[in-house]
């Protein structure tokens, strides 16, 4: 008998204004606000936002020796998010209202699924559709 599984991964983020981030993620996306971790001078060294079952975490971007840059710093994305949502449209109309970049707009693809890309604050690329893959524990590779 199959199982659904928990996530495993939890993608993480850094921002140059995290706090700013924090909030407007949750505004623009529809994000929980789980969980801050105050940093010093007003920074936050780990916040975490919920969507569903799963985290984003996300951080004040410092020269901490990981050697993250911000979108802005490189000149594009070097990766995106993809996050499956139940009602694309009214999320896409959301995520446009609170500010958010639209960087392609919504349409059927022709894997049957409906969606959008949109670009935060900061320049961080997020994909939002239909599709929703089942993960499942029948069969291990």
Not at 74 to 96: F, S
């Amino acid at each position: 008998m199959s199982q659904i599984l928990l996530p495993r991964m939890f993608p993480f983020l850094r921002y140059k204004d995290a706090a700013a981030a924090f909030e407007w993620l949750a505004l623009a996306f529809g994000f929980e606000k789980h969980m801050v971790v105050p940093g010093p001078k007003g920074t936050i060294a780990h916040a975490e936002l919920r969507y569903g079952n799963s985290l984003v975490m996300i951080g004040t971007l410092e020269d901490d020796g990981m050697g993250l840059k911000s979108p802005g710093e490189v000149g594009g994305v070097t990766q995106g998010i993809y996050v499956h949502v139940e009602d694309v449209n009214a999320h896409h109309d959301r995520a446009k209202a609170a500010g958010a970049e639209i960087a392609m707009a919504l349409e059927d693809t022709p894997y049957g699924s409906r969606e959008y890309l949109a670009r935060d604050l900061e320049g961080h690329l997020w994909s939002f559709g239909s599709y929703g893959p089942v993960v499942d524990s029948g069969k291990k590779n």
